[in-house]
């Protein structure tokens, strides 16, 4: 379409009639351009022109008021009905170019202003404030929920805020739990104090509170399983608020949950609240106080073992700082004191145990399996590894490892991240105890060799996933036998030995190490001797749990070493000369044996079951025992759960 010239300055400009591009919307009139940003591509330069007929402000022209509005002959405007619910359009804009849009056309689209509902979205994993986490419906019934908790239980007190005062800060830290099989458990609210800014000696003293030790866990397992005693669970909720606090500590008020009516006071911590370095310690005392007056004895070989033992009576309890276990041979007893806790402290019931510290129980017509099955495919897909190729031992056995290996260094962090993982995850594998170990004592400077050796153990546990420990059923009196082995000489940079124990109670494995001898030993019976003693200072302890929980040994123990000389050495009278440096793990020894406390026995290389945890082995050697010291593949019983749960 030709345009017709500008035409000169000053002088008035004709309208000329434009064809519209759809002939059912009528004639299109508006102001010429007063801008180059709107001309076509072909339009040349001009000066501004006065706008058209339109009837409104400067907002919807672009330009001042002071360009008032001109009458233009034979332009009809037509305004919507007063009936219409829809915003009047503004009238439609005279164009002066090809390009058409939806204002000059009059189609206008009012505008709706958008909602989140956060009801029907998916809560996030980690909330990133307490205003966010409010929005969501799972998030705001656990903030409502512990802070009620924090309330009933008079956690605190409001005072007026004094200039001397050390007020800690506090943030609320959130959680998602899930079931073993990884489905969705529920969403947990903490608020946990800052207590980083407080001083040691000066504003809190005692910190240490214990928890159950492995070995005694699985010793309890094992005197459970044998005599057909239930093993039930307890969840404490809320357990450090249960313990009062000595210390005079102050925190401001929880984030969300200010009090209206006194905005700047203070909170003075009547109980212990996490994040607090003595809050474990509080609640440890307050709980082993309560067993004690019900008639309860702590034990001294394991200070979070507490039985109770009256006419016949045997209750064993367990504390791993809030997860409780209870089993004995009284079923009035046990329920009259599950009745005493829950009265005492806010309890949980998980009924007969099932998944304890991460760990699944999994019961079987021959006793229990302890799986990590969730924990390893977490660990897997946290370092990408979920898809590797699996391989069938844990290290190689052709290539020793040494520090300088000539290969380059690699990150440090990400390689103790990997280990750290890998420490719990023996509790239930004593296949990889020797790995971990080898592999942890280059944590300082990790090389790119010994990142593919930790690799290939990630590989090894993606192919041993169903793997798990058994705990049998075994006949009463229970034995107890151990196995002792040493690697004489095995590291090559400082030629120390490597020493490794297996103990078990009857068919049960409970207690397993593999460790680097701290001294050089100048032969093989020298170090077999030394791992001789570390495996009987583990029996001793395991007989005197023994004997606490009220369940003696009804013969000594046996313990199995593969040489001969060190063998004989321990009932041996006669202290060599060449041996003098070893007199206190000789008189140890011996002293047992000869006491009849303790039975040396040989046992061939062949049958020596700790053989696995000194050094890497050939896959058909590590494959057998691993099969005799009770690491067992159950993924029959894994498949049968998934399909009875579907």
Avoid at 207 to 217: E, G, L, M, N, Q
Avoid at 311 to 335: E, H, P, Q
Avoid at 590 to 597: E, F, N, S, T, W
Avoid at 614 to 626: E, M, N
Wanted: overall charge positive; glycine content about 4%; proline content about 9%.
């Amino acid at each position: 379409m030709a345009r017709p010239p500008p035409s000169p300055p000053g002088s008035p400009r004709a309208t000329t009639p434009l064809h519209n591009s759809s002939a059912a919307q009528g004639p299109q009139v508006g102001p010429l351009l007063s801008s180059s940003a709107d001309r076509g591509p072909t339009d040349a330069p001009g000066p501004p022109v006065p706008l058209g007929p339109i009837p409104s402000s400067s907002a919807n022209t672009g330009l001042p008021s002071s360009h008032g509005p001109t009458p233009l002959a034979g332009l009809e405007i037509s305004s919507p009905s007063p009936s219409t619910t829809q915003p009047a359009a503004p009238p439609p804009l005279l164009r002066t170019h090809r390009m058409t849009t939806r204002a000059q056309d009059g189609i206008y689209k009012p505008k709706r202003l958008f909602t989140v509902d956060y009801t029907t979205c998916s809560p996030p994993l980690q909330p990133r404030s307490v205003r966010e986490a409010m929005q969501y419906s799972e998030w705001d019934a656990a903030l409502r929920k512990e802070h009620s908790a924090l309330l009933q239980n008079r956690t605190w007190d409001l005072v007026p805020r004094q200039p001397h005062f050390n007020v800690l800060g506090n943030k609320w830290v959130y959680r998602i739990k899930h079931h073993s099989d990884g489905s969705l458990n529920l969403f947990k609210c903490r608020l946990v104090a800052k207590g980083f800014h407080r001083r040691p000696g000066i504003d809190f003293t005692e910190t240490y509170s214990p928890v159950i030790k492995p070995v005694t866990v699985r010793t309890i397992f094992t005197i459970a399983l044998s005599h057909n005693w239930p093993i039930k669970q307890f969840d404490v909720n809320n357990a450090f608020l249960q313990g009062p606090l000595d210390d005079e500590v102050y925190m401001v008020q929880p984030p969300g949950f200010v009090d209206p009516d006194h905005p700047i006071h203070v909170c003075r911590l009547r109980r212990a609240i996490y994040g607090l370095h003595q809050a474990p310690r509080a609640w440890y005392t307050a709980l082993s106080s309560f067993l004690v007056e019900f008639g309860f004895r702590k034990s001294h070989s394991d200070e979070s073992l507490f039985v109770y033992h009256r006419s016949g009576v045997t209750l064993y309890f367990l504390i791993y700082v809030d997860d409780l276990l209870l089993t004995g041979n009284d079923s009035a007893t046990l329920s009259a004191f599950q009745l005493a806790l829950a009265t005492k402290f806010s309890l949980k019931e998980l009924g007969d145990v099932n998944y304890f510290l991460g760990i699944e129980i999994i019961h079987t017509a021959s006793g229990y399996v302890l799986s990590q099955h969730r924990y390893m495919i977490d660990i897997l897909n946290r370092f990408h590894m979920l898809d590797a190729a699996p391989i069938s031992t844990p290290m190689a056995s052709s290539a020793p490892l040494t520090l300088c290996d000539g290969t380059a260094p690699t990150d440090a962090t990400r390689y103790r991240q990997v280990l750290g993982a890998l420490q719990y995850l023996v509790y239930t594998r004593p296949d990889i105890a020797y790995a971990v170990n080898k592999l942890s004592q280059y944590m300082h400077a990790p090389t790119a060799n010994h990142w593919q050796c930790l690799k290939r153990l990630l590989r090894y546990i993606c192919g041993t996933l169903s793997y798990v420990l058994a705990i049998r059923r075994t006949s009463i009196p229970l034995r107890l036998t151990a196995f002792a082995d040493s690697d004489w000489a095995g590291d090559k940079d400082d030629r120390t030995s490597t020493s490794a124990y297996l103990v078990y109670l009857g068919s049960t494995l409970i207690s397993w190490k593999s460790q680097k001898q701290r001294t050089v030993a100048r032969s093989s019976t020298e170090a077999e001797y030394r791992a001789i003693a570390h495996a009987t200072a583990e029996l001793e302890w395991v007989q005197n749990l023994l004997k606490e929980l009220h369940h003696p040994l009804s013969s000594s123990p046996t313990l199995f070493s593969d040489n001969l000389g060190a063998t004989s050495f321990s009932s041996n009278p006669r202290f060599h000369s060449r041996m003098k440096h070893l007199a206190l793990d000789y008189h140890f020894v011996r002293q047992l044996v000869q006491a009849g406390r303790l039975h040396v026995a040989y046992v061939p290389t062949a049958q020596q079951l700790a053989d696995m945890l000194t050094k890497p082995l050939p896959a058909p050697r590590f494959t057998l025992l691993r099969s005799k010291i009770g690491v067992v593949d159950t993924s029959f019983i894994l498949r049968g759960r998934v399909r009875e749960k579907e």
